[in-house]
DNA sequence: CCCATACTTGACTGAATCAGTCGGAATTGG
DNA sequence: CCAATTCCGACTGATTCAGTCAAGTATGGG
């Protein structure tokens, strides 16, 4: 799983939208107001998001985007996944034989696990949880420098 | 921390540096051939990891590269980001204030937190487990999933 | 001293992705 | 109809990836 700002943009967006969608739909301009993006981005970002399914679109005046789901069923995972490209493993997408012979690359397990990990973190985080940590930010969350991870679903990747 | 296969092919070097390094350096072209990774394309990566003081050359004939320190001492983390290139946060580069106001982001603390996991687990594995793996081959996998950060650098990510 | 071996350095390339722009559609409430 | 809004595709400049090429410099062996 590849994560550049990409992801971080839409992440950002959607728990934009989780945070002011109870008044009916949101349009992107004032995700971008708010949030500083470019709109025309948005609008690529949200285009995938639409067909993931993650959102869905009215259009026309009034019109804008909400969550397909309640966010307590939207894992930041699935938004990067959504956006992202994958980035595979070039040679030996998986299967073994990468090199010539039986060898399966030698390194194969150490990305896969690798993989599992970034993911489960990702899948334990949903959408609802990042807007309650939004809405009582009355105290500062930066907590001492080995973060404790937040309790959401037990890991399972 | 980025990733691409970019980190993937130097973890692969050098495992195959260690698994080799027993009868005295170990030459580039020799990596190239039994790993099936370009040449020009090592000399690169291996300037880098040169430079980091990951590993030592020994130019002439009969001279190639060795590693910089015991294995043991070496972790994932320390070759990835060797050759990697960092991936900030675009705006708000670990500062605050991102947006216009004191906002930072919303989405901070969330990718803070995934670094550090990201890093732990790769800091938790040492070049010396993969060459213990690669030799017997029959083993398990990694022991307790980046429970126990291995000490080899400050974290300072 | 020569020379082949090997590292060292820097510039260069094509492809892909990122981040963003632009123009124009289609849809729909007022 | 009109304005707001989503939708869609093409386009762009910058950056990185993966790899190439062409020079160096150092050095052990003969």
Redesign the pocket.
Known sequence: M?L??????AVTAMLDLALHGDKG???????SERQK????????L??KL??REL???????????HLARDPSLLSVADIVRA?????DS?QCGGRENCLGNNERCMTHDLWAELNTTVYGFLAGVALSDLVQKQRNKTVSLVRGAASKPRDTQPVSA
């Open positions: 590849r550049t700002t990409k992801g971080r943009f739909p949101v349009t992107l301009s004032g995700i993006i470019s709109l025309s981005y948005l609008e690529q949200f285009g639409r067909r959102v869905e679109s009215v259009r026309g005046p009034g019109g804008g985007y956006v992202e490209e994958p980035l070039t």
